[in-house]
């Protein structure tokens, strides 16, 4: 069973609409590569080669692209290239996309592995890894963890990038055939990403010094947590706050 494999992606630079590397992607890398040096980076799709130089340019020494369909569901062609592996890394959500972040869960379902998000840390630990995941209100868990997993990296991880333009020139790009998996059909409305549907939200009276804590502060601060009771119970808990904030009518 081999080692590391990180997924990475190139994306759309908000300005310039230039593919450029992914941060969140980028941040995974370097994390894999603090662990091993033979860490193997991983994109199902289309990625030029200034792009995959770029990605190269943190210390891998190869990029293997998976060509398939923009609609190709990624799951399926990623699946075959990764039951080998004993760690899959991957960034916690596109930098552009408010509800990305589906992949790491799916892929771990698909692969029968437990999932890790949020991870700010990885060491070696004999056979396994220590993991430490970043919590609300900026507390942190240390997990141990088994091979096989799949771990979603944290923006927030305490690393520095590296750029070396020798590591970008001797590092190798591998294309390799064309992936045959059928085209997803959804059954649902795809919302493009600028036009995406509002948030329903309960809406609140807040003083500007409230207003400023919600700005610095965790948003997972206020509701209730219920550990305790059966399904119906904590079914009429989530109605009552539907219905003392009027968010439903019945």
Request: aromatic share 2%.
């Amino acid at each position: 069973m081999s080692q590391i494999t990180v997924l990475v992606a190139p994306r759309r630079h908000p300005t310039s609409q230039r593919l450029t590397r992914c941060q969140a992607d980028a941040t995974a890398a370097t994390l894999a590569l603090g662990l091993s040096k033979s860490v193997r980076l991983l994109c199902a799709g289309q990625m030029p080669d200034a792009v995959a130089r770029d990605y190269l340019a943190l210390g891998a020494p190869v990029v293997e692209v998976l060509p398939c369909a923009t609609d190709a569901p990624l799951v399926e062609v990623l699946l075959p290239a990764l039951r080998d592996v004993a760690l899959v890394l991957t960034g916690t959500r596109s930098e552009a996309d408010q509800g990305s972040g589906v992949l790491p869960y799916a892929l771990a379902a698909a692969l029968g592995r437990p999932v890790v998000t949020d991870v700010l840390h990885v060491e070696a630990d004999g056979s396994g890894w220590i993991v430490t995941q970043a919590l609300p209100k900026g507390a942190r868990r240390r997990l141990k963890v088994q091979a096989p997993a799949v771990l979603a990296i944290s923006a927030a991880a305490p690393l520095t990038l590296r750029h070396s333009l020798a590591d970008a020139v001797a590092g190798k790009i591998v294309r390799s055939a064309a992936a045959t998996v059928a085209s997803a059909s959804p059954s649902g409305t795809l919302v493009p990403t600028r036009k995406r549907r509002k948030l329903l939200e309960a809406k609140t009276v807040q003083s500007g010094h409230a207003r400023m804590l919600g700005a610095i502060e965790s948003p997972s601060t206020g509701g209730i947590v219920l550990q305790t009771g059966n399904a119906d119970t904590k079914a009429q808990a989530v109605l009552d706050y539907l219905r003392t904030h009027s968010l439903v009518t019945f």
